[in-house]
């Protein structure tokens, strides 16, 4: 950050007094704001603020008396990537406009360079060395307004958290210049750091930010000089904030308060929850604390049920999809499975399938690891194996409890599928998730865990897998002609033409071009041609090929389908799915 040499420059009280910046009763008053307030962060704004500075008297001053430049806002004509640096309201919060850069050097006008704290803010934000410049506080005023384009929707019935989220990212870096930690790790330090305001700021920035984002999850990464906070937002992480090492510890240990967990423990994982409320509503946070080479990693799973919609017609699926599920749903026993990788949806669709069978008639219980959604109406066992009560022992007491419905979290071992099989034969619906990359390939795992095909046979319904694409913004998409060559890749017809669209990127979807996700699913369905296979043992990939031939759409043609309705991009399509093996079927009775 460029300042002035102090050594031979005058006291800045002194300096506005004798050039009739200011009189001293104003002085005076401005200075016991200043004491009184710990909002304000120098006396000088105040003054601004009040109005009780000559303005034109005071750039004088600043460039007379201590060298700085005087910019004329007037005259110049501020690049929109440049105002990309600094965010709206930060430039609104500290009377500052950004108006050029040179390689890491950023040139800022500002009304008052003496507020030290929102220069080194400016600096650990934008990640590069501040020159500061002064403009009239009422003409930097005017062109922050003029320069910035006008947020759609923006603060308008928002809540207070919400209008300062972005400036608590910048004051939470304040305290990169503070040392108001040390190193000693007594509970009773950690405990006195994790309550000091900057931490506290800094932590409640970083959930606001995240629920704000619509995040899925928050990551505080402890490495050798730095902590870095992401968020993962459609599936792609983002990084919000970078706070010094030296902060680490007193993170981990607010969250851990905020948990409840054991804040002298750092050699084992720890797993809490706790709410926040932001935006006027309730926010459910899962924690997961994970010891690493340079400290504590934290994982926040945001659970937003005002945000996340557990009706099944509104996750993506198409109609004859949707209809599969529900048949499969409505028979009295049996067993459905959803597979996929982690963060694919699969507990989602498993809590639309809850939500759409629930009802006063029916007995529901689930046993999760941990639970995440906490649904009315619905019994909810949380595993905890430290005891004993593993998804083995949970199930086996869950089936003395006479459930009409189980949920188990996620079949991982041979005892688990054992008691869900036996459950699903003794007259109960048994909704449960597997890892496996296709909805073939859970019969296999299933095989390998020691399963015999006559009951694969006698209990499974319906074995779903899916992933999650990111939705084009509707605002900005582009559309254009696909290329010949992408014809053979999307396994598409070359003789029709055929038109995709693109992301573009908009203040609507911040500049990504998506907003949003939608799944995307091949849905295997046992009919009697699939179960005889099974039960001759025929390969993944000759069941596989009898399914598509019934009409079963694969992941890559489910995501192809949702980018010719101009849902997803073709981008979306080769991320997050891979090419089918062999050609396409022909067109089955479901497509037509």
Known sequence: MDE??????????E?????GVVNSEDLQRAL??????????????WLLEAGKCDEKKLVDVFCREYGYRLVSLKMI?????????????????????????LEKTLTVAVVNPFNLKALDELQAVTGMRIRAAVAEYSQLKEHIKKCYPEEPGALKGSTPQEETSEELISLAKLAQGEAILDKQEQVADLMEQANQVPVVKLVNMVLVEGVRRRASDIFIEPWESFVRVRIRVDGMLEEIVKPQKSFAAAIVSRIKIMSQLNIAEHRVPQDGRFKVRTQGREVDMRVSILPSSFGEKVCLRILDTGAQSHDIKKLGFTESEQKVIRDSAKKPHGMILVTGPTGSGKTTTLYSILEYLDSPQVNITTVEDPVEYQMFGINQVNVREAIGLTFPAALRSILRQDPDIILIGEIRDADTLDIAVKAALTGHLVLSTLHTNDAVSSLTRMTNLGLEPFLIVSTVLMISAQRLVRCLCSRCRVAYHLEPEMYQLLNLDPHKKIQLWKAKGC????N????????????????????????QGASADLIKQKAREHGMKTLRESAVQKALAGETSADEVF??????????????ARDR
């Open 4 to 13: 002035p040499l102090q050594h031979s420059l005058p006291d800045l009280k």
């Open 15 to 19: 300096a506005l007094l004798r050039a």
């Open 32 to 45: 016991r704001e200043q004491a009184q307030s710990a909002e304000k962060s120098h006396f000088l704004d």
């Open 77 to 101: 004509v501020v690049d929109k990537e440049v105002l990309k640096i600094i965010p709206r309201r930060l430039a609104e919060s500290h009377g500052c406009l950004p108006i050029s850069f």
């Open 507 to 510: 203040s609507q979807c911040r």
């Open 512 to 535: 990504l071009g998506y907003l949003g996700r939608s799944v995307i699913t091949e849905i295997l369905e046992m009919t009697p041609d699939i179960l005889e296979m099974v039960m």
């Open 575 to 588: 991320r997050v799915t891979t090419a089918d093996a062999g050609p396409r079927p022909k067109e089955s």
